[in-house]
């Protein structure tokens, strides 16, 4: 399965991103929020910057306490994004998550953001694609 096939089944919610400067406590909510793991850092809405998520603000808070909660998102989020296209396969998504530990994955064209997927969405396409796998093969073994 493509990239683009997991974008058209999340439907077209865009990418929740957020400027480099506001405040940790004001990513914390808007992940509480909109129930998410990772927000896009972009200046533009489009531009890549970094990505925050909530594992990020959780150890500033162990490491640091409550006062990193004021400072600039930008001070804890990782810059060196790691992204995909839209013509990957998920097999190859998923094997980037894996070794690079994160469960987030911006999805661009070029440079600009297009997209975003979890390991939620790849191990939920991964299983559909399993299951019309499995029942391709029970119809080919009946059909026998
Ligand atoms: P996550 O598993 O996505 O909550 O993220 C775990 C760690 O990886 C955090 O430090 C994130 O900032 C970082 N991270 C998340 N997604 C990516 C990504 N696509 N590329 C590089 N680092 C990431």
Redesign the pocket.
Known sequence: MLVSQILKSKGSDGVVTVAPGIAVSQAAELLSQRKI??LVISVDGKTLAG??????IVREIARRGPSCLTEAVSTI??A????CGKADQTDAVLQKMTD???????VVEGAVLVGLISIGDVVKARLMELGMEKEALEGMIKGF
């Open positions: 793991g990772a990505i925050v998520s909530e594992r990020d989020m990782t060196r994004v790691v992204t690079g530990r994160f469960r987030h994955i911006p």
